[in-house]
């Protein structure tokens, strides 16, 4: 895929590391001369430019791109650079960094984002999936189509523990997308069988998670 980022901070720049590891092509945008670290991310393409202007996304090649990823510090900036994305280039996916909790309601379909990524809300994601066995934690939001990433780790009592995934009456608009097992994913089909410990995760909107919940852990309702 060819991606583009908007801000070449620590942030914009670890992810364009990840992004090239991963074969994909990766052209870093930033207004900030000192930002221009090409040393830093030397398979990457750079363009010294402001994100929010029209000119620099087309001289960035937006029409010709798959993702761009909104990561600079600055929440405005990145609202904008994803609705001129979305509106101007019709580019098919959006992925905004969101730096402060309380921007995060405007990180939406109205202002082009498909997927908001806020750290503090990660972060407290990862605790508590680290310390709660059989509740049900919201990992992150599809913005678009406002269904949920959840993770449950399924305890020791759970009914449904020893039954095959596809004898299981899943709540509606759930999908079981993975298990991780002693640390490994797995792909789940009709006839693996869930086992005490095993980590969930689910797309689910939020309509469903109560039933969900209450179907993997009853008595953590």
Not at 28 to 44: C, E, M, Q, S
Not at 132 to 139: A, E, H, K, Q, Y
Request: glycine letters at 6%; a negative charge.
């Amino acid at each position: 895929m060819r991606i583009v980022i908007a801000g070449a901070g620590s942030v914009g720049r670890s992810i364009a590391r990840e992004l090239l590891g991963n074969g994909h092509q990766v052209l870093l945008v930033d207004k900030d001369p000192a930002a221009i670290r090409v040393a830093g991310v030397p398979d990457a393409q750079w363009l010294l430019a402001d994100a929010c202007e029209i000119a620099s996304l087309a001289e960035a090649g937006l029409a010709d791109c798959d993702v761009v990823v909104a990561a600079s510090g600055d929440d405005k900036v990145n609202l904008v650079v994803s609705l001129l994305a979305k509106t101007e280039y019709g580019v098919p996916r959006t992925v905004a960094r969101v730096n402060n909790p309380k921007n995060e309601w405007m990180f939406d379909e109205a202002w082009g984002v498909d997927v908001a990524v806020s750290t503090p809300r990660l972060m407290t994601a990862l605790v508590e999936e680290a310390v709660s066995v059989g509740d049900l934690v919201r990992i992150f939001t599809f913005q678009q189509s406002q269904a949920n990433m959840v993770e449950l780790t399924l305890p020791a009592d759970a009914p449904i523990a020893g039954t095959r995934v596809g004898d299981i009456d899943w709540p509606a608009d759930t999908v079981l997308v993975c298990i991780i097992r002693a640390e490994r994913p797995i792909a789940p089909s009709r006839d693996d069988t869930l086992e005490a410990h095993d980590e969930l995760m689910f797309v689910a909107t939020p309509e469903s998670e109560d039933a969900l919940q209450k179907l993997l852990s009853p008595t953590h309702v």
